[in-house]
C-alpha cells in the first residue's frame, strides 16, 4: 500500500506570493491533519479534516486554508506568505483521528522557503 | 490548554546502554499518545501508539508506558545501536489533533 505523499517536495517563494500545498493519504483513509514545523517552535497543529469536513484548526492566521476532497486528497493554502512562514509543512492521514487506535501515518513534508 | 514536554532535551549514550525518555502532559483526557522518530531532514515515524485505557506498549527494542492520571509516559530503548540516533517526539491526540513535545534528540555512538 502506497504511503502518504505530499507534493511539491519543495518550494522557493517570495513574500507576498501564495502557495498551495498538496496531499494525498494512505487509500481508504478519510482523516488528512497538516502541520508546521520550525525550529523555533517545533511541530504545530494547522487542521484537520475529515470526509471533507474541517473538524478542527490551530492558532494560525486566516492567511492559512485548506480543504479536502471526495476522494481524501488534500490541499493547503497559504496567502500573502511571509518570511516566517519557511517551514516544512508535514501532512498525516489516518482512518479516522479521534479514536483510541488511530496511528497517525506522515508524508515526507513540503520544504517552503520564502525570500 | 493541552502542553506536552520532553525531557531531557538532548541525550547521548553510548552504544548497547538502556535509556529512557520522558514525556509529560498537562490535561488527562487524551484519546492516546504516540511515539515518533524523526531523521534529520525527514519526516516522522511512527514507534508506538498507547490507548487512553492501556499502559504500556511493546514493539522489539521499545517500550512505551502511559500514566494518564500522572500524565506521564516513558519511551524504554533497550540494547541501543547507532541507527536508533534520531529525535524522538511524542504527541497526545486530543480534539481531533495532535499536540507535541519538543523533542528529544538521541546520540548514539559506537
Known amino acids: 500500500k502506497a504511503g502518504v505523499t505530499q507534493t511539491p517536495r519543495y518550494l522557493i517563494k517570495t513574500r507576498g506570493q501564495q502557495v498551495t500545498l498538496s496531499c494525498s493519504p494512505i487509500?481508504?483513509?478519510?482523516?488528512v491533519s497538516w502541520y508546521q514545523q520550525t525550529p523555533g517552535q517545533g511541530l504545530q497543529f494547522l487542521f484537520e479534516y475529515f470526509s471533507e469536513t474541517q473538524r478542527n484548526k490551530g492558532n494560525f492566521p486566516g492567511r492559512f486554508s485548506g480543504r479536502q476532497f471526495s476522494n481524501s486528497r488534500s490541499e493547503m493554502n497559504v496567502s500573502t506568505l511571509e518570511l516566517g512562514d519557511s517551514a516544512l509543512y508535514l501532512c498525516?492521514?489516518?482512518?479516522?483521528?479521534?479514536?483510541?487506535?488511530?496511528?497517525?501515518?506522515f508524508g515526507p513534508g513540503t520544504r517552503l522557503l520564502v525570500l | 490548554k493541552q502542553e506536552v514536554t520532553q525531557i531531557p532535551a538532548a541525550l547521548s549514550v553510548p552504544e548497547g546502554e538502556n535509556l529512557v525518555l520522558n514525556c509529560s502532559f498537562t490535561d488527562s483526557a487524551i484519546y492516546n499518545l504516540q511515539w515518533f522518530r524523526q531523521d534529520p531532514g525527514k519526516g516522522l515515524t511512527s514507534l508506538l501508539l498507547?490507548?487512553?485505557s492501556q499502559r504500556e506498549q511493546t514493539s522489539g527494542r521499545l517500550n512505551a508506558s502511559l500514566d494518564k492520571s500522572s500524565g506521564r509516559s516513558t519511551l524504554y530503548i533497550a540494547a541501543s545501536q547507532p541507527g536508533d540516533s534520531a529525535t524522538y517526539l511524542c504527541a497526545v491526540d486530543s480534539n481531533y489533533q495532535l499536540i507535541w513535545g519538543a523533542g528529544t534528540k538521541l546520540i548514539i555512538k559506537p
Open positions: 498507547i490507548q487512553s
Open positions: 487509500s481508504g483513509h478519510r482523516s
Open positions: 498525516a492521514s489516518s482512518l479516522a483521528l479521534g479514536g483510541p487506535d488511530e496511528t497517525q501515518y
